[in-house]
């Protein structure tokens, strides 16, 4: 019906395949509860914080280990998809300094979820390849296998691997890839700029550099960078890096263009603004930048910017 295990230091137990039927062992508990959906034996007093997905959809919630609060929960919107069927401690796989969360959603080709320790948000997933492959079906945080850092996560699937007969997938905590936000507005080339990256955010590699395409050629920009993110209407574009109390930073000097609309800035987290003052970026912390750029040709006010780009930068080492 159920099993409970500890997470290591953090002296909390996960259940799992357990769902509404056992309401009696979460004051017992009083720390972490992983479920399933509502199903036969659910109780009233638990629909307020039961999925509402439909039956078997799955959920995850998540109670300190102090007073047995519910922190955050996770609900499967699908009937029949079985969030939370397996779940466990991932360890740090993102480099937050937090635990985070790994489920298996192990119906038809089945589907890892890595859940963020720090909010509940979604980190990424990852589906079987089959349709029998059930893959989730367990899973597990393993620690930090290949010494990289990162704790990292086995993923079980039941009818994956030659002739169906399961395969087990080891797979390496890294950290998260910037993501893209906000809209750019299109310039006088047609269509908008766009924010890229190249290296990783790996703060102790020094090696993450910004990139864009999609500006107007043989032009002038700057790169620049802040704390928030904003929606706002600024020149031709949208300005979408907030400066909160910290500010806006540029990124000097300004970059050329090339003929094809791209431009690239590598950053030094030796150098300032980014080494130290309000806009350092340390371990930990997450910012948001943007490329300003001249767009004469368009008239209005003569410039455009590009989206935005999220970047949280772990430690590494």
């Known amino acids: ?4 295990r500890a997470l290591g230091p953090y002296r909390q137990a996960v259940l799992a395949g357990c769902g509404d039927a056992c309401p009696w062992l979460r004051p017992i508990l009083q720390c972490l509860f992983f479920g399933r959906s509502p199903n036969a034996f659910a109780h009233r007093d ?8 439909g039956l078997d959809s799955g959920s995850i919630f998540v109670h300190s280990g102090a007073d047995g609060s519910l922190l955050f929960s996770i609900a499967e919107t699908q009937p029949g998809g079985s969030l939370g069927f397996d779940v466990d401690s991932a ?10 969360i790994v489920s298996g959603s192990p119906t038809g080709p089945g589907t890892l979820w890595l859940y963020s320790g720090r909010d509940g948000s979604l980190l990424f997933s990852l589906q079987g390849l089959d349709q029998q492959d059930a893959f989730g079906k367990s899973v597990a945080g393993l620690g930090d296998v290949n010494g990289d850092g990162f704790s990292d996560i086995a993923v ?37 700029a766009l924010m890229g990256h190249a290296g990783t955010l790996r703060f102790a590699d020094n090696d993450f ?6 500006a107007v050629p043989q032009q002038f920009g700057v790169f620049f960078y802040g704390p928030d993110a904003t929606d706002a209407p600024f020149g031709n574009g949208t300005l979408c890096v907030g400066g909160g109390a910290a500010g806006i930073f540029r990124l000097n000097p300004p970059v050329a263009i090339d003929g094809s609309g791209s431009a690239e800035r590598a950053l030094d987290f030796t150098l300032p603004p980014l080494s130290a003052g309000p806009g350092a970026v340390t371990p930990l912390s997450t ?8 767009d004469p040709q ?8 590009s989206d935005g780009l999220d970047a949280y930068f772990c430690p590494g080492g």
């Open 209 to 214: 550099s910004l990139t864009v395409s999609g």
């Open 298 to 305: 368009a008239g209005g006010s003569f410039f455009n910017l």
């Open 156 to 192: 079980g699937a039941k009818g994956g691997g030659a002739g169906d007969n399961g395969s087990l997938d080891v797979l390496s905590g890294t950290c998260m890839p910037p993501a893209p936000f906000c809209t750019a507005a299109a310039n006088s080339t047609g269509g908008p």
């Open 46 to 53: 638990l629909e307020l914080i039961d999925d509402d997905g």
């Open 287 to 294: 910012w948001r930048f943007q490329f300003w750029y001249r």
């Open 91 to 100: 360890g740090d796989v993102t480099g937050d300094g937090l635990a985070d």
């Open 1 to 4: 019906m159920f099993r409970a």
